[in-house]
């Protein structure tokens, strides 16, 4: 089984940056895919990034390219979600998840799909 720790919970502003770590206690594998997803108020949870561990490729929803990096240090098991020119719109509980890989060789977008949960990090973006 794999637990899993956040952090980096905070308020920020537009514009500014905020960096939220998953730490990994278990076992993880090359096979399982890292993920962030984020619920906001009143919406539904979607996917925002991952990081696949077996070759570190990375993926966004459109709305965070650019902006947000995801990232995973195997030496400490954590992934990290970098946020930078944060949006009002960005405001949201971000989780991190670990799951297999699909069919395709790509992490799966379906909050569904993912077999282990953080807790959850309130990240707040207001002017």
């Known amino acids: 089984q794999v637990h899993l720790v956040e952090s980096g919970q905070g308020l920020v502003q537009p514009g500014d940056s905020l960096r939220l770590s998953c730490a990994a206690s278990?076992?993880?594998?090359?096979?399982?895919?890292m993920a962030w997803f984020r619920q906001g108020p009143g919406k539904e949870r979607e996917f925002v990034a991952a990081?696949?561990?077996?070759?570190?490729?990375?993926y966004y929803r459109d709305s965070v390219k650019g902006r947000f990096t995801v990232s995973n240090d195997g030496a400490k098991n954590t992934m990290y979600l970098q946020m930078s020119s944060m949006k009002v719109e960005d405001t949201a509980v971000y989780y991190c998840?670990?799951?297999?890989?699909?069919?395709?060789?790509?992490?799966?977008?379906?909050?569904?799909?993912?077999?282990?949960w953080g807790q959850g990090a309130q990240v707040t973006v207001s002017s």
């Open positions: 990081v696949k561990l077996s070759d570190g490729s990375t």
């Open positions: 278990g076992q993880t594998f090359d096979n399982y895919t």
């Open positions: 998840a670990t799951g297999p890989i699909t069919q395709f060789g790509v992490p799966s977008p379906l909050d569904s799909d993912y077999d282990y």
